[in-house]
């Protein structure tokens, strides 16, 4: 039994999407939750920035004495995972490895199993961490991606099943579709959100919550090296750059009206 915290952080209000999924998998663990929503977007900023954003918030998740850090932003973890890998002594987990896991493995099963369909940040599609990560198990499967940045803003909206983000979707995806993408995975924590609004223009397509997934690697992790806290209830600790709306929303949505207060934090205020 290991009593101390997850960190786990995310540009915007999209990694509350992964706590969720780590509160249902792993109810025992107290999680430490950082949204860099004063800097948002991540996916529009240099590599140089975005690795010195996520030394900052991994700084400051270390000083709480985290046994493990979860990168709940693919903009970051395409950008900093192995950087922050080399200089912690920590586990740090990515979401992107455990989504193109999930997506081989669908696509065994899909009408063509030899495509998987990527949808994420104009960062994560041109760093091309999932097609690297998806070749790395399987060089055979052809990865088709594009990004869909407006997705990110229709979700801190709260536009998540309005008419513009179904036809949103179809401008993303149809061309992908039409060449045979039945596999897609939703690379931005954000676009998990946005699940119906997806389903309800294309029902065939089997979609992979890289969230999810990461969640499931988390907890097989902590178990492997005995780190694990599974009695009791653990809690949650929501802190975020900039208090908004979107934030406050998703947070009464995911974890209702349970005491969990959103604190205002500043790690660097340099932008």
């Not at 009791?232 to 900039?242: A, K, Q």
């Amino acid at each position: 039994m290991d009593p101390r915290p997850i960190g786990v952080f995310d540009s915007g209000v999209g990694g509350l999407t992964v706590c969720k999924a780590m509160k249902d998998i792993m109810p025992g663990e107290h999680i430490i939750y950082f949204g860099d929503t004063g800097r948002f977007p991540y996916g529009t900023r240099s590599i140089e920035t975005i690795i010195r954003y996520s030394r900052e918030i991994t700084e400051y998740l270390k000083s709480r004495d985290v046994k493990m850090i979860v990168i709940a932003c693919n903009t970051s973890s395409a950008a900093a995972l192995d950087v922050l890998r080399r200089e912690n002594d920590i586990p740090v987990l990515g979401v992107i490895d455990a989504g193109a896991r999930a997506a081989c493995k669908k696509a065994e099963m899909a009408p063509h199993g030899d495509l998987i369909g990527v949808i994420a940040t104009r960062a994560t599609v041109k760093s091309e961490s999932y097609v690297k990560a998806v070749h790395s198990i399987s060089p055979r499967i052809k990865v088709l991606q594009r990004h869909a940045t407006i997705f990110v803003s229709l979700t801190e909206e709260g536009w998540i099943d309005e008419e513009v983000t179904r036809l949103a979707a179809k401008k993303y995806i149809q061309d992908i579709f039409d060449e045979g993408v039945r596999v897609l995975v939703l690379g931005c924590t954000h676009f998990p959100l946005l699940k119906k609004a997806i389903k309800d223009v294309y029902p065939d397509i089997e979609l992979v919550d890289s969230g999810i997934e990461v969640a499931w690697e988390a907890q097989r992790i902590l178990a492997e090296k005995s780190l694990e806290n599974s009695g009791g209830d653990g809690g949650i600790e929501l802190y975020t750059s900039d208090i908004t709306d979107s934030m406050e929303r998703l947070k009464e949505l995911f974890f209702g009206n349970n005491g969990t207060k959103i604190s205002k934090l500043i790690i660097d205020s340099r932008i």
